[in-house]
């Protein structure tokens, strides 16, 4: 999930923080380990992954305090207003990328420090993740899991296993929401939220053309609009729109519940929407199927949860953090979590019997450099990105009113080419 904000403010801000009183988590009386985290891992299957790290964290002396929030945007929002402030977390759970990277450069984190733990890191993490927590040669973040967001989860009762739908010829899969609307059953559960909207567009653009994709989103460049490639993905994307249904609350665990039941054949979705299906007792080519994109060269759109370090002061919180880095970064451990979480581990690949047919289509693709994307996350420009965000979101919505989906698809393209050329859209520097 992308969230837009100002880092510069955020900077400004942080220059008052000797004005403001400070706060922080209640202080111990017994001289142990403290570690608050700040998080959103609030669905039922993130919460019981944490309590991995927690009861682990409690176990070897540690005390621990609970800072969650429902939704993404609220932890951030808090979070960077204590940075701001002068009171942080002791850690802050946020997705690996760009804007850890002004955080370290505003100096409101610390990078990780100590000669064993950086020398552990290095000889363990892959390099895609390591890359993608290091600035100016440093490991800015400790990197907790490795998920991938572009996946689409289906029902098996509504989609058979080996139907023709799984490649990237999307317009057999926009066919089958036709079939399925007969009998009033969505294709797609796609929660009314801009970042989901999001995560759908670019699982469907990655499916038809890895190249185009890193064209637009890696390299910036405005002529990727003019590829045909990027006008298929738009006129799949909307067409969609006509097949599908935000269920309940709109959360993206409410639309992965819509698929365990039945209610609608498909969502796109990160991999954390497997720790919700293993929540609710379905399994993996039984229940529920899971697919890199509906295509027949998959990509893998990293999405990596890490931690952030707070600027602690206190004793206590500093050996807190020394404390959850190790475990953390402990294999079994982590493996635990991540089994849990949905994700795969950077620390430990599971045993052959241990890997399932979502997990291992990740480690059947990790190592190749040309299919692993750099998360969303890290592209740079953040200001036209949440234009270019925005505006997929508003072609969402106006293709569900309209049936001229190639004049609505025309008119996009042309305001992307304008958002980028306003913006004059800088190279992102991402090796690729």
Not at 239 to 246: G, T
Not at 338 to 364: F, H, R
Request: glycine fraction near 6%.
């Amino acid at each position: 999930m992308t969230y837009f904000i100002s880092l510069k403010a955020l900077f400004f801000t942080a220059l008052l923080a000797s004005s403001v009183a400070i706060f922080g988590p209640a202080q111990s009386n017994d001289n142990k380990p403290q570690a608050e985290i700040l998080h959103w891992w609030s669905s039922a299957a993130e919460s019981a992954a944490l309590d991995v790290f927690v009861d682990t964290f409690k176990a070897r002396g540690g005390h621990y305090y609970n800072s969650s929030k429902d939704d993404q945007v609220s932890n951030r929002e808090e979070a960077i207003e204590r940075m701001g402030k002068g009171y942080p977390s002791t850690l802050t759970q946020w997705n690996a990328g760009a804007d850890v990277f002004e955080f370290y450069e505003f100096g409101l984190v610390d990078a990780i420090s100590g000669p064993s733990l950086i020398t552990k890191l290095k000889k363990t993490l892959p390099e895609s993740v390591l890359d993608a927590v290091t600035h100016q040669d440093n490991i800015v973040a400790m990197p907790v899991n490795i998920h991938s967001e572009n996946w689409m989860w289906h029902s098996t009762e509504l989609i058979q296993p080996g139907n023709e739908v799984f490649t990237k010829d999307w317009k057999k899969f926009v066919a089958l929401g036709e079939v399925l609307a007969k009998n009033n059953i969505p294709l797609v559960a796609v929660g009314d939220q801009s970042w989901q909207v999001r995560i759908l567009f670019t699982s469907i653009f990655l499916g038809i053309s890895r190249d185009a994709y890193k064209d637009f989103y890696l390299s910036t460049d405005i002529s990727a609009v003019d590829r045909p490639e990027f006008a298929d993905a738009l006129t799949a994307f909307s067409h969609l729109a006509r097949y599908s249904k935000s269920f309940g609350d709109g959360n993206w665990n409410t639309q992965v519940r819509a698929v365990a039941e039945n209610q609608a054949a498909s969502t796109f979705m990160g991999d954390w929407a497997k720790g919700e299906f293993q929540f609710l007792g379905k399994l993996p080519g039984r229940d529920y199927g899971c697919s890199l994109t509906a295509s027949d060269n998959p990509s893998l759109l990293l999405v990596i949860d890490s931690f952030i370090l707070g600027k602690v002061t206190t004793e206590e919180e500093k050996r807190g953090q020394a404390l959850m880095l190790d475990v953390v970064s402990d294999p079994e451990v982590n493996l635990q979590f991540n089994t849990l979480k949905g994700s795969v581990s950077p620390y430990k690949k599971p045993s052959a019997d241990e890997l399932d047919i979502c997990n291992s289509q990740v480690y059947s693709i990790l190592n190749n450099k040309d299919a692993v994307i750099p998360p969303y996350a890290s592209i740079g420009a953040r200001r036209p990105m949440h234009a270019l965000d925005t505006q997929i979101y508003t072609l969402w919505k106006e293709s569900q009113q309209t049936t001229d989906i190639n004049a609505l698809v025309s008119d996009t393209l042309e305001k992307f080419r304008k958002i980028m050329a306003e913006h004059e859209v800088p190279v992102a520097s991402i090796d690729e």
